[in-house]
């Protein structure tokens, strides 16, 4: 499957949340020859977090054709389909089920395309598990010099190879350099969707948050929010800021913002985070930024990615007018390429799918380090979770493995995922509650 004589290079792109589409698309735009088009196919794998229209508009990525697909669509797709370049935005299980399920339709198949997978931040949790997930793609990204040092040391120790692994950088960095002040002092906190995951905790951050709007009624206090109530991101969501805040009473110049987080930066004169990957978008345009230590320096938090960094603060010292200053060999390891050095960080990437594509006779048969023999105890649950068998295949009963979906499947689709999503926000949490009395 060369690239084609026109420089068009056919590319698909299967996520299965907001976050990892915006990673997915504009990976594939990065990697692609700058001196190249580029046919963008987008397939939303369908489940609890498939981005809602308004989600997609917010990323703010372009592509050819955009459609919901199960895995076992997408897979049948696949073998009727060419393409240059696929890309596999999704969690390690669901990238290791569909490496399984490729290599059973391209099986015999002269040619297939490169597969590209890697994470769309930061990797401070499940590094061994995630990676074996995702062994077995062409190019398996590292979004910095640190994380291309641990893969790599990941996959030797097991035996398993690493030549895959591919240092790039973030693909959603950019815009313009923090030009100074602005008139009015905008700070930003950019929530997440599952840290902190109690009541207690978020509270509190919304009141630190809403204390500081207080104390500085000079500044513009904006609480960034990935979503509306009832969307899903890349983590469930049960204890929206939008619910909480509405038992407070916030001063004028405090306000919660949706929309692209690039032109949110635009605006913002200091960063405040948890463990946002928003910190390295931040980090990257040299926006003073901080990492809340109020919580404590905790895994479970993400924090602790950012030891170093020089960025860690807690809302006394920013009440107090704390601005940091971050550690330039810190930034410089975790790819933010704030030095100017992003315009060549995806030339490898580039340079190694060309020669892929270019590869006589076509690419190898796919070979993830997880097999029914390696891990029988293992492998078949994931498979199973998307509807495979132990060799890649439909199990019986599969949901639609040999037509398309029909409208009125569709709407009861809709519907059943918008009765989870409800289920998960609003009657969840109000069991948990009763359980607790």
Known sequence: MPASATKTRRVAVLADSDTRWKWGALTANRISPEDSDIRLDGFLLRGRATPTARQLQEVGVHADSLREVSAVEFLRTMAQESYDVLVLALVGGGVQAMLHGLKRVWEGQPRRP????????????????????????????????????????????????????????????????YPGEHDPYTVVFAAQPSVPDSRKDRTY??????????????????????????????????????????????????????????????????????????????????????????????????????????CLASWDQLDDGHSPTPDEEWVSRQGVCADGSYATAFDAARERITKL??????????????????????????????????????????????????????????????????????????IRRMGEL
């Open 205 to 310: 951050l919304l009141n630190r948050l809403i204390q500081h709007a207080r104390r500085h009624p000079e500044r513009e206090v904006l609480l960034k929010l990935r979503s509306k109530p009832g969307e899903h991101t890349t983590h469930i969501e049960e204890l929206p800021y939008q619910k909480l805040v509405q038992r407070l009473d916030p001063p004028a110049n405090f306000k919660l913002v949706y929309g692209n987080m690039g032109e949110v930066l635009d605006r913002t004169d200091l960063l405040v985070t948890i463990s946002s990957t928003a910190a390295l978008e931040s980090l990257h345009r040299r926006i003073p930024t901080v990492v809340l230590s109020d919580l404590g320096v905790r895994e479970v938090l993400g924090n602790h990615h950012f030891v170093g960094s020089g």
């Open 114 to 177: 490169v597969i590209v997978t890697g994470y769309v931040g930061v990797v401070y949790e499940k590094l061994a598990d995630g990676l074996l997930l995702r062994h077995g793609a062409d190019l398996v990204l590292a979004n910095s010099r640190q994380d291309a040092e641990r893969f790599r040391a990941v996959y030797d120790g097991v035996g398993a190879d690493s030549s895959a692994v591919t240092e790039v950088a973030l693909p959603f960095l950019g815009g313009a350099p």
């Open 357 to 430: 594509l270019e590869r006589p006779g076509g690419l190898p048969a796919l070979t993830p380090y997880y097999t029914p023999a390696t891990a029988p105890g293992y492998l078949p649950g994931i498979l199973a979770r998307h509807h495979l068998g132990p060799d890649g295949s439909p199990l019986p009963g599969a949901p639609a493995h040999d037509r398309e979906p029909g409208p009125v499947r569709q709407i009861v689709r809709r519907a059943a995922r918008g009765a989870y999503r409800h289920g998960v926000q609003r009657v969840a949490p109000v």
